[in-house]
């Protein structure tokens, strides 16, 4: 099953040793995918990580190579300009910056995996394929 993950699972999964997130990521019956912009938003916040990690900076850093290996990393330009106007509209009233996630759903055909609050304003929005 192909699925589009959120930065808010990959730093939930970070954060504690036993998530359900973990297990999950590391299921052979699921295909990851994410916009590349993942990775920098991760860079970003990586001083947070390690803050809040119950693991050491080097096991924690070792988690997130593992999970990336997991990940096709997808570049927003092979996504058509409607597909990302409609995701667009789906997000601009709770969060224009999950547009990039939800256009890759959209043009993958794919669930999008991401927090529950997310989900809410989404479906509202007319979005409703969840992991």
């Excluded at 504690?16 to 990775?39: D, G």
């Amino acid at each position: 099953m192909r699925v589009v993950v959120d930065t808010n699972i990959i730093f939930s999964a970070s954060l504690s040793v036993n998530s359900k997130f973990r297990e999950l990521l590391f299921n052979s019956y699921y295909e990851f995918y994410a916009p590349a912009t993942l990775l920098d938003e991760i860079n970003r916040h990586i001083d947070k990580i390690f803050k809040y990690s119950k693991q050491s900076n080097y096991e924690t850093l070792n988690f997130l190579n593992k999970v990336f290996d997991r990940i096709q990393f997808y570049k927003l330009e092979l996504i058509s300009n409607e597909i990302y106007a409609e995701a667009y509209k789906i997000c601009k009233d709770y969060d224009e910056n999950d547009t990039p996630f939800v256009a890759l759903a959209m043009h993958l055909n794919a669930k999008l995996w991401t927090g529950d609050k997310i989900k809410i304003a989404l479906k509202q929005n007319g979005f409703d394929n969840f992991l």
